[in-house]
């Protein structure tokens, strides 16, 4: 199974920093990588798709770059509703599979 | 617009069955892959299964092969789940979601809890 090692697993900020995610996978997953934030209680909902492509709707502070098997999601100027858990994913090959999350939490 | 709804959630022994679905609207079922996501309480995601449109092709994941069983019934615009030997390691909250290119449309989920 391709591993993705998603740092840091907990992050503190304050509203209107850049804040920055990675993802590495274990092997070569090209640009098959999408990143998602969930809040407490709800499903998961999708930002960034094939690695930098964003959501329709997702505000443009919202960005991410990357390929091969180094991924990251980059928030520029925080706002309050973006403290959440964000989870990268690799659907290259079966099982797709989560970064184990990043809790964004307010400094 | 895009509704994915599930259903059939619950207080299950180990060893117990269980069968979820999820009714889908707002789209075209027969066109598109559906999979099953799960994440247990606390804990991050994890991809259990998914089926191409006509069900002739199906994937699961290690932890759930020969227990699980995904299905569909584009007549009826529904995806389901039927999980057989549960164990309490499958206590988790289950979504449904649409496509597999990092799937933008998932339902709210339903709990299912393994206890003795």
């Known amino acids: 199974d391709i591993q993705m090692t998603q740092s840091p697993s907990s992050l503190s900020a304050s509203v209107g920093d850049r804040v920055t995610i990675t993802c590495r996978a274990s092997?070569?997953?090209?640009?098959?990588l999408g990143w998602y934030q969930q809040k407490p209680g709800k499903a998961p909902k999708r930002l960034i798709y094939?690695?930098?492509s964003l959501q329709s709707g997702v505000p443009s502070r919202f960005s991410g770059s990357g390929s091969g098997t180094e991924f990251t999601l980059t928030i520029s100027g925080l706002q309050p509703e973006d403290f959440a858990t964000y989870y990268c994913?690799?659907?290259?090959?079966?099982?797709?599979?989560f970064g184990q999350g990043t809790n964004l939490e307010i400094k | 617009q895009v509704q994915l709804v599930e259903s059939g959630g619950g207080l299950v022994k180990p060893g117990g069955s269980l069968r979820l679905s999820c009714a889908a609207s707002?789209?075209?079922?027969?066109?598109?892959?559906m999979s099953w996501i799960r994440q247990a309480p606390g804990k991050g995601l994890e991809w259990l299964s998914y089926?191409?449109?006509?069900?002739?092709?199906?994937k699961y994941a290690d932890s759930v092969k020969g227990r699980f069983t995904i299905s569909r019934d584009n007549a009826k615009n529904s995806l389901y789940l039927q999980m057989n030997s549960l164990k309490v390691e499958d206590t988790a909250v289950y979504y449904c979601?649409?496509?597999?290119?990092?799937?933008?449309?998932w339902g709210q989920g339903t709990l299912v809890t393994v206890s003795s």
């Open positions: 979601a649409r496509d597999l290119n990092t799937p933008g449309y």
């Open positions: 707002g789209f075209t079922f027969e066109n598109h892959y």
């Open positions: 089926i191409s449109t006509t069900s002739g092709f199906t």
């Open positions: 092997q070569d997953i090209r640009n098959d």
């Open positions: 094939a690695t930098s």
């Open positions: 994913l690799q659907h290259n090959t079966f099982p797709y599979t």
